[in-house]
C-alpha cells in the first residue's frame, strides 16, 4: 500500500524559508522519478519540482533560484527547501511519483503572508 507522508508547512513572512519532507513508503522509492506539486485555493494542481532517479532536479521557472528539490533513497523521503517565498507560493504541496499515481497524502499546507 502507497503511502506519502508529507510535513513541514507553516505560516512563514515574504523572504522566508521552509524545508518540506514527505516520507514514503510501499514501492521502490529508490527507482522512481519524484516530484513536488501544489495546488492552490481554486486551481489546478500543479507540478513545481521533479527529481529523476539519478537525482537530475528540474523546476519549474516560478520558482528557479528559490526551490531545491532532493531526495534520500535510504530513507525513501524527498525534500523540497523552499526560500525567498512568495505569497503566490501558498499553497498545499503534495509529494507524489512522476507522474501521479492514484495515492496522494494529505498534503502540507504552506501560507506565505505579512
Known amino acids: 500500500q502507497v503511502q506519502l507522508v508529507e510535513s513541514g508547512g507553516g505560516l512563514v513572512q515574504p523572504g522566508g524559508s521552509l524545508r518540506l519532507s514527505c516520507v514514503t513508503s510501499?514501492?521502490?522509492?529508490?527507482?522512481?522519478?519524484m516530484g513536488w506539486y501544489r495546488q492552490a485555493p481554486g486551481k489546478q494542481r500543479e507540478l513545481v519540482a521533479s527529481i529523476s532517479r539519478e537525482a537530475k532536479a528540474n523546476v519549474q521557472d516560478s520558482v528557479k533560484g528559490r526551490f531545491t528539490i532532493s531526495r534520500d533513497n535510504a530513507k525513501s523521503t524527498l525534500y523540497l527547501q523552499m526560500d525567498s517565498l512568495r505569497p503566490e507560493d501558498t499553497a498545499v504541496y503534495y509529494c507524489n511519483t512522476i507522474p501521479g499515481g492514484r495515492s496522494w497524502g494529505q498534503g502540507t499546507q504552506v501560507i506565505v503572508s505579512t
Open positions: 510501499g514501492f521502490i522509492f529508490a527507482i522512481k522519478p
